[in-house]
């Protein structure tokens, strides 16, 4: 059997801070932040977005997080989106005043 191949699988702290929500467990992820927990040892900690605190389908409300600005990047590259049906309204009527009158 190979030595050293596998990863490091240790107790890290995750934390969701837009939830005031944190959690042990044991995981290979790569961390340099630490964290002191609740039982006076130091463990690693790892940031998440999204844990079970803040997830809608967890907590049945509704919340957006736009953390990395992909809707103002969207905007940005495409422009922002028109509502197609008072365009289209105002389209129809133009062409209709310019349109010969039916007999």
Known sequence: ????????????????????????????????????????NTYPLAKVEISSASHPFFTGQMRIVDTAGRVERFERRFGRRRKAGAEDAGAEAAAG??????S
């Open 1 to 40: 059997m190979k030595t050293d191949i596998h990863p490091n699988y240790r107790y890290v702290v995750f934390q969701d801070p837009g939830a005031e929500f944190s959690f042990l467990t044991r995981s290979t992820i790569e961390t340099n932040d630490t964290i002191e927990w609740e039982d006076g």
């Open 97 to 102: 005043e310019d349109a010969p009158a039916e």
